[in-house]
Structures are given as structure tokens and as C-alpha cells.
């Protein structure tokens, strides 16, 4: 079955880095868009960014562009969230999901699956 | 950017009772939009996309409407499970946009 196993995360001061991984399994990893979706503590959900199947294109919230780089293996099955210049509002929690279906463009999918959900801190 | 916006923004409900949620889309957003349900400490999990469409494993007591700005998620008679919060999501345009929840709860 399809699984999608989150690692990474952790506390961090302003301005640091962190990089978070999602190891999925159970389907052909190549052939779906991945996406991160975040929610601050006791808050909704908030896309954060979109990578193509192939890794050609990513997309990003105007928060965190610049700052968060999306990646992805497709030999690994490995999707990645490098998150550099954090700031305290970046805190919460981070899935990782399969983006199903949409266009080229890639709009109009939906997640389908999605991993457990990695937290990080970032505090002084 | 196309802002969702959810109502209630609570409801206690009883098991058995119809439950009703309703999203707003401040632009067209045609079919594009799914429901996600959240229980707490957990992913959230794919109800129904696009509007209408029910994710293949998801109890028929779940169902969705609407078209272009407005729809709507309808549990025809909750179960005990069914405690949650309930998101819209809009996937027609970047970036992809999120209603702020509705929680079910316990009347």
C-alpha cells in the first residue's frame, strides 16, 4: 500500500536551517507531483509548495519562497523540504502528500495520501 | 489569491444528527475543491474531490455539492467517528488555498 514516512524536523533558533525527507513507498514515486502542507500550533493548513513529478518546476507560498528549496530523488523515492533563514512563524507541523491527477500546469489534484507529519520549533 | 472561507466555524452535533458545511470561494474555483477531515494529533484524510466526487473507501453517510463559489459538505447521519474537523480545499489556482476548519463536535 501506499505509505509516505516522514523524518527530520527538530528545534531550531531564528535564522537556522532544517531539512525534512518523506520516503515513500507502495507506488511509482516518479509519476505523481508531491506537495508540503504545514499547520501552526492549534491553527488550519496551509500549502506550502508544490514539485512536479520529474522535479522540472516547484512552486511555493510567497512566505517561504526563497527561503524553503523542495526536492525530490525519483531513484529514492525521496522527497525533501530544505528550510533555511527559519522565523518563528514557520513553526508547526509538516506533511508531506501525494498530489494526484492535474494538469501539466499542475493544478486541479488533489492529496491523496499523505505522511505522518514532522514538527518544527523554531525559538530563541 | 482565492480565499475560502467556511461555515460554521463550529457545530455540536449528536450521533445520528445531519451535519452541513458550507464553503465559500471568493473567486470561481469551478469543480476544484475537495473536503478533508482532521481528528486530532493526525493527517488529514481525503473525503471528496472534486466537489462531488467520493474518495473510493469513504462511507456513502459523506457527500459534496456545488459549483464555482459555493459548496457543501453534508454527513447524513453522523457516527461516532465522524468527530473531526473538516477543511475545503481549492486546488484551481496557485497558490492552493485551504478553508480555516469546522470543527464537529460532541453536543
Known amino acids: 500500500q501506499v505509505q509516505l514516512v516522514q523524518s527530520g524536523g527538530g528545534v531550531v533558533q531564528p535564522g537556522g536551517s532544517l531539512r525534512l525527507s518523506c520516503d515513500v513507498s507502495?507506488?511509482?514515486?516518479?509519476?505523481?507531483?508531491m506537495q508540503w502542507v504545514r499547520q501552526a500550533p492549534g491553527k488550519g493548513l496551509e500549502w506550502v509548495a508544490l514539485?512536479?513529478?520529474?522535479?522540472?518546476?516547484?512552486l511555493y507560498m510567497d512566505s517561504v519562497r526563497g527561503r524553503f528549496t523542495v526536492s525530490r530523488d525519483n531513484s529514492r523515492n525521496t522527497l525533501s523540504l530544505q528550510m533555511n533563514s527559519l522565523r518563528v512563524e514557520d513553526t508547526g507541523v509538516y506533511y508531506c502528500?501525494?498530489?494526484?491527477?492535474?494538469?501539466?500546469?499542475?493544478?486541479?489534484?488533489?492529496?491523496?495520501?499523505w505522511g505522518q507529519g514532522t514538527r518544527v520549533t523554531v525559538s530563541s | 489569491d482565492i480565499q475560502l472561507t467556511q461555515s460554521p466555524a463550529s457545530v455540536s452535533a449528536s450521533v445520528g444528527d445531519r451535519v452541513t458545511i458550507t464553503c465559500r470561494a471568493s473567486?470561481?474555483?469551478?469543480?476544484?475543491l475537495g473536503w478533508y477531515q482532521q481528528k486530532p494529533g493526525k493527517a488529514p484524510k481525503l473525503l471528496i474531490f472534486?466537489?462531488?466526487s467520493l474518495e473510493s473507501g469513504v462511507p456513502s453517510r459523506f457527500s459534496g455539492s456545488g459549483s464555482v463559489t459555493d459548496f457543501t459538505l453534508t454527513i447524513s447521519s453522523l457516527q461516532p467517528e465522524d468527530f473531526a474537523t473538516y477543511y475545503c480545499?481549492?486546488?484551481?489556482?496557485?497558490?492552493?488555498?485551504f478553508g480555516p476548519g469546522t470543527k464537529v463536535d460532541v453536543k
Open positions: 502528500a501525494r498530489h494526484l491527477g492535474g494538469t501539466l500546469e499542475g493544478v486541479q489534484g488533489r492529496l491523496d495520501h
Open positions: 472534486p466537489s462531488s
Open positions: 480545499h481549492q486546488t484551481h489556482s496557485f497558490p492552493f488555498t
Open positions: 514539485i512536479w513529478f520529474d522535479g522540472s518546476r516547484a
Open positions: 473567486q470561481d474555483v469551478n469543480n476544484w
Open positions: 507502495g507506488y511509482n514515486f516518479e509519476r505523481h507531483g
